[in-house]
């Protein structure tokens, strides 16, 4: 399976659901930084509230059991 670059403004959707069964939260991509270490990492902030924010590495995002790509360019 080949895996796209992950780009700012991406849309994920977490697959793990939220409560009760729904949908989990929908993440933007707000930034893509290569650590000291040589890990590549995503910073991303919650569609709904974009003071929650995560960092993660993009070996996690392009997990297809942890997230799911929704959308490569945010809504204009």
Known sequence: MKREAVQVGQHY??????????RGPEWEVVSVVELNDGVTCARLAMTRNPTEQITIAISVLQTPRMYRLVSEWPAE
């Open 13 to 22: 959707l977490s697959v793990e659901g939220g409560y009760f069964g729904g």
